[in-house]
């Protein structure tokens, strides 16, 4: 089945369109980070030609330490997120964890993401459904790219079917995550748009300790690799200080090296898209 085409706002993600980039900071640290970053990357895409929707956490709710930080909450952070697209012009996205976050954010936002550990929990993914957005759907480390199938299929009975999917990494011992690329191809034969989550792809979980560490080297490789597989389009998270970041320090993408990926990464895209 060939992918069907989604439309967070007017960003295009699926066959045939253009390459698509969400990216943002891991967790919303201030508005004026998340403002000055939307601008930043916004202006970058427009100049590649690429779609751009920016994605924030309002909480991260699978911190590793019980003490690190999470996040303004859901108020204040999609209030943060609203500003953003209105004062930049960008779609939104940012991830849910709870059924009673759902509607609140379907509000605020263009589009809601499921997090990767909790896309099979049956009562998020109805009521993120019913939300009436887009949904970005992260396949979980433990879970086979074709079983998929039945957690759109919880979207698709809610009454959504406007549902993207996003590879992120497999699970391969401990503390190690690998990337599979016959999952790209194999999601889109359900008829989804798929990403490749790039940064988070290349997390050490648990690998500092108290916090995840990661091999930042590593995200362009992976990048450029799952957009010759087939990508519809890249999740990065990027900060303008990744090691000043307060979550995801380790697998952020600096944001001096987002404009040369994402125009590396459009070009294979091209390659892919017209065969040429």
Known sequence: MAPSVVKIADVPLG??????????????????????????????CDAAGVGYVFKASFDKAN?????????PGLDEGLAVLAKVRDEIGTPVLSD??????????????????????????????????EAGKPLNIKKAQFMAPEDMANVCAKA???????????????FFGYRRLVNDMR?????????????FDAT??????????????GE????????CAAVAAGAD??????????????SDAASMLPLSEAAALIAKAKRIREIVVDGT
Do not use: W, Y
Not at 157 to 170: A, C, H, K, Y
């Open 15 to 44: 066959a045939g369109a253009p390459l698509a980039v969400v990216a943002g900071p891991c967790v919303i640290e201030s508005p004026d980070l998340c403002l000055r970053l939307a601008e930043a990357m916004k202006k970058l």
């Open 96 to 129: 849910v964890h709870l059924p009673n976050q759902c509607a609140a954010a379907g509000q605020a936002l263009d589009a809601l993401q499921i997090p990767a550990f909790l896309c099979r929990q049956t009562d998020l993914i109805v009521a993120a459904a």
């Open 63 to 71: 911190r590793t330490a019980l003490d690190s930080f999470r996040g």
């Open 233 to 246: 389009g890249l999740f990065l998270e990027v900060h303008p200080e990744p090691e000043k970041g307060l």
């Open 156 to 170: 698709r009975e809610s009454g959504n079917d406007r549902i993207v999917l996003t590879e992120r990494g497999t």
């Open 200 to 213: 988070h792809s290349v997390q050490t979980p648990g690998g500092e300790g108290n916090r995840s560490g």
């Open 183 to 195: 999952s790209i191809p194999r999601m889109q034969a359900l008829g989804r748009p798929v990403l």
């Open 216 to 223: 930042r080297e590593m995200i362009a490789p992976l990048a």
